[in-house]
Every structure is written in C-alpha cells, then in structure tokens.
C-alpha cells in the first residue's frame, strides 16, 4: 500500500525504525524497511514458543512435564528465575508463561534445552520464514555481550558496541518485520499449531506485563494489545496483535535502533507504538 511512510516519527525519536503491519484477516499490509534483516533480541522466544506447541501437539513434548532449574544454571536477567536465589521447579507451561509474560531469560533456556534449536529452525523452515533463524540462546547472548563489551555493562562506549556481535543479524539470531509480524498473524489465524494450542499461545501474548511500548499507541479499554518485547544495547522492538472490538485484527512489528547507548529512552519506546498506531490506521482506511 502507498501513502505510509513513518520514517519522520523514527527520525524524531532518534532511532532508524523497521516495520510491518498485517490485517490479519483480509492480508493486507503496510511496510517500512520491512524485508531488512534485523537482531531479534528476547523477540526469539516467540519461535521458541511456537516450537514447543508445535512439539506438544506432535506428542514429543508435554506442556505438563515438570524441570528442575537449578540455581547455578540460571541465566542473566532482570526478571522471573534469572532474579531468584534457589533452585525453581515448574512445569514447561509454566516455565513459557514466564518467558514470554515476564521475559525470563533462565525459562527461555530450560525451553530451548528441552526442545532443541534445530527444531525451532525446522518449524520456521516449515512455516515459510526463512529469514529467521534461532542460532543461540540466552546464556549464549550474554557470554557474547560479556566477551564481546570486556565484561563492560551497561554497554555505553561505541567502539565496544559496535563489537557486539548480538548486534549483527549476520550472526545473531534475527528477522524481518515482515516474519515477525506474519508468525504473529499465523498464530491468530490458527496455522502454527492446533487451534487449542494457537489459543494458548494468545492468551500468554496477552499476559505481557509491559504497557511502554507497542500497547502506548492504543490506549483504549476496548482495544486489546498482546505481544513481545525484546531489548539489547540501542535495540528495542515489540510485536504483536491488536484487537479492535468491531472484530479488527492487525499483526505489528516494529524495530528500532537508537542513535544513543543510553539506557533510559522513553522516546524510543513510545514510537514503537506511535508507528504501530499509524500502521493500523493505514490498515483501517
């Protein structure tokens, strides 16, 4: 479609902005800079998800099985077991819930471990997204940043930033706008997985915690957002679903990199939902 250009909103918030927007039902879309390749961030947990319903539904997995995760194998993080003191045990269900709620970097792990890597890249090769692959998990994330930065946190200096390797889809876990908002779409649409577990991954989308980012733009009682943060030095994305009650579905991905290292960028963040307002507008004439 023509007509949609938010370059000007990514400008004035100091970031270079990818994204795209997908009427879930009609497949129309919009896109900026859509097809570039870009590092994912803690947005790989959403394959990894799909990957364990998939795995569910097959019967190798079960969302009820119990793991045990040890103390001394937790990963870094700010949030869920990464930040807790003893040994957690809990169901695979459970341990999803918080990956992708809460973002828990040490339940991502004990995910990818059970389901394997390969068979997160075997279900996006089988759902048509080839350019987006899984190659590391968290713990591995983090060795790098710590490796790459010379153990420097947060990562401020722009010689040390431009090593890092979580930076550079070449070599990093990455996407496109356009992938990500058409997993999301396919998850709505029931073409991941049985509906009975494509219903289980929207209900989770839907228990993320963070409101500062893609749900800023619809601020509305009546206007459901559920979706997926991802956050690394000067990278911030969010994709996801927003639902209108006239029955509206729209599928957003929007990617930014900030000119600045700072931590602290409200801008940035609010024009991931901004962007992805201006998209669904588009979409809905």
């Given at each position: 479609m023509?007509?949609f250009?938010?370059?000007?909103?990514?400008?004035?918030a100091?970031?270079?902005?990818?994204?795209?927007?997908?009427?879930?039902?009609?497949?129309?879309?919009?896109?900026?800079?859509?097809?570039?390749?870009v590092?994912?961030?803690?947005?790989?947990?959403?394959?990894?998800l799909?990957?364990?319903?998939?795995?569910?539904?097959a019967?190798?997995?079960?969302l009820?099985?119990?793991?045990?995760?040890?103390?001394?194998n937790?990963v870094?993080?700010?949030?869920?077991?990464?930040?807790?003191?003893?040994?957690?045990?809990?169901?695979?269900?459970?341990?999803a819930?918080?990956?992708?709620?809460?973002s828990?970097?040490?339940?991502?792990?004990?995910?990818?471990?059970?389901?394997g890597?390969?068979?997160?890249?075997?279900?996006l090769?089988?759902?048509?997204?080839?350019?987006?692959?899984?190659?590391?998990?968290?713990?591995?994330?983090?060795?790098?940043m710590?490796?790459d930065?010379?153990g420097?946190?947060?990562v401020?200096?722009?010689?040390a930033?431009?090593?890092?390797?979580v930076?550079?889809?070449?070599?990093?876990?990455?996407s496109?706008?356009?992938?990500?908002?058409?997993?999301?779409?396919?998850?709505?649409?029931?073409?991941?997985?049985?509906?009975?577990?494509?219903?289980?991954?929207?209900k989770?989308?839907?228990?993320?915690?963070?409101?500062?980012?893609?749900?800023s733009?619809?601020?509305?009682?009546?206007?459901?957002?559920?979706?997926?943060?991802?956050?690394?030095?000067?990278?911030?994305?969010?994709?996801?679903?927003?639902e209108y009650?006239?029955g509206?579905?729209y599928?957003?991905?929007?990617?930014?990199?900030?000119?600045s290292?700072?931590?602290?960028?409200?801008?940035?963040?609010?024009?991931?939902?901004t962007?992805a307002?201006?998209?669904?507008d588009?979409?809905?004439?």
């Amino acid at each position: 479609m023509s007509g949609f250009d938010p370059g000007g909103l990514f400008r004035a918030a100091g970031v270079t902005g990818w994204m795209h927007a997908e009427d879930i039902d009609s497949g129309r879309e919009v896109g900026f800079g859509a097809d570039v390749p870009v590092p994912t961030a803690s947005v790989f947990k959403v394959p990894l998800l799909v990957a364990l319903g998939r795995g569910a539904d097959a019967g190798l997995l079960d969302l009820t099985e119990r793991v045990t995760v040890a103390a001394a194998n937790r990963v870094f993080g700010p949030t869920g077991i990464s930040a807790m003191s003893d040994d957690v045990t809990a169901s695979l269900r459970d341990l999803a819930y918080l990956m992708i709620a809460i973002s828990d970097n040490t339940a991502a792990d004990a995910i990818a471990a059970r389901v394997g890597l390969d068979a997160v890249n075997a279900a996006l090769d089988r759902l048509g997204l080839t350019g987006t692959r899984v190659l590391h998990d968290c713990r591995v994330m983090a060795a790098r940043m710590d490796e790459d930065s010379g153990g420097e946190w947060p990562v401020t200096d722009a010689a040390a930033l431009a090593r890092l390797r979580v930076l550079d889809p070449a070599v990093t876990n990455r996407s496109t706008a356009r992938e990500t908002a058409r997993l999301f779409a396919m998850i709505w649409r029931d073409e991941v997985a049985e509906p009975e577990t494509c219903g289980w991954m929207r209900k989770v989308f839907g228990l993320q915690v963070w409101p500062h980012r893609l749900a800023s733009g619809f601020p509305y009682d009546d206007v459901s957002v559920s979706g997926k943060t991802g956050t690394l030095p000067t990278l911030r994305i969010e994709a996801g679903v927003v639902e209108y009650p006239d029955g509206g579905r729209y599928a957003v991905a929007v990617f930014t990199r900030s000119l600045s290292p700072a931590l602290n960028q409200p801008r940035a963040d609010a024009v991931i939902g901004t962007a992805a307002r201006m998209a669904v507008d588009h979409l809905r004439g």
